[in-house]
């Protein structure tokens, strides 16, 4: 094991804490969704008002449970994140998808691919998208997953030499409520594997942000530290990811698809300058950039 790698494994409390939702953005010039927005979802707020046997709701359900089966939560790759070998990785991507402040529906959808060691950017592709698709807690991929895999077969068919062959995804994996999000969604859609980096955590199966936040800052010194997210039902969904040592705040990695929470981690390690591994930051950056430089009110 990489001596980078120090997993402690956090065991879930009881304590009742926020209703399951999705990851959101803690940037405020373009939010995912405001903080007030994201309380109100399942508690009579506009964005979550979704009756259970809502049609939508119902078909959604059954989609996401058909894709769930083929998801695969361990390495099913023929790269290695190690230096100079042979079939060292040679192309990462990062995707995400930046609203406009106060707009659930007009955004930038972003993809960019970077080189493997140097993380330098070989490519970037941003486009201006309208969601129409209402928000439905545990469902935020169908609203999102078909702009970024417009994104991604644009690339097959222009660039098909630089096919990224990790992708990691501004929003949750496996660490989900329903063991499903966006960096599984669109692993299994593009066949690509996927990483989750979420930035901010949701009272699930047990595990709640104060006691992963006091394990954390108790056991995860050092950059590249770790600690192994386990629900009540010894589900291990994700870590709590040490990615500077400068951080204060863990970010969440979860496994999406195609590659193990361990692979997920090392990768991590492998792609972080800063807080967010770089292709995802980078993505975020840009996508926001193209906002402020072509958006017309």
């Known amino acids: 094991m990489d001596p980078r790698l ?33 309380e109100d979802v399942g508690g009579g707020g506009k964005l979550g008002e979704v009756a259970a046997d809502d049609p939508i709701r119902i078909q959604w359900g059954k989609e996401q449970l058909e894709l769930k089966e083929k998801m695969i939560l361990k390495d099913d790759v023929n790269w290695t994140l190690e230096h100079d070998k042979s079939n060292t990785i040679r192309y990462i991507g990062g995707v995400d998808i930046s609203f406009v402040k106060d707009n659930e529906t007009d955004a930038c959808a972003a993809l960019v691919v970077l080189s493997y060691p140097s993380l330098e ?66 692993g299994v859609l593009s066949g690509i594997p996927t990483i989750g980096v979420g930035k901010t955590l949701f009272f699930m199966d047990g595990i709640g942000i104060k006691s992963v936040k006091k394990t954390f800052a108790q056991s995860c010194r050092k950059a590249g530290d770790y600690c192994k997210l386990i629900g009540d039902s010894g589900t291990v969904w994700g870590a709590a990811f040490k990615s500077t040592e400068e951080a204060m705040n863990p970010i969440f990695i979860s496994v999406g698809h195609r590659v193990s929470l361990d692979t997920a981690v090392k990768a991590s390690i492998m792609c972080c300058k800063f807080r967010v591994p770089e292709p995802v930051r980078v993505a975020d950056l840009r996508s926001r950039d193209w906002l402020r430089q072509n958006y017309k009110v």
């Not at 994996?173 to 669109?186: E, Q």
């Open 121 to 186: 950017v070989v490519y970037e592709r941003y486009k201006f998208i309208q969601l129409k698709l209402p928000y439905i807690p545990g469902f935020l991929a169908f609203r999102e997953v078909g702009f970024l895999m417009e994104l991604i077969e644009e690339l097959k068919e222009t660039k098909p030499d630089l096919i990224p062959q990790l992708i990691f995804v501004d929003g949750n994996g496996y660490l989900h409520p329903r063991g499903f999000g966006l960096a599984c969604h669109l």
């Open 6 to 38: 120090s997993p402690v494994g956090i065991r879930a409390s009881t304590n009742p804490e926020a209703h399951f939702v999705d990851s959101v953005r803690e940037f405020n010039f373009f939010p995912r969704r405001s903080m007030a927005e994201i």
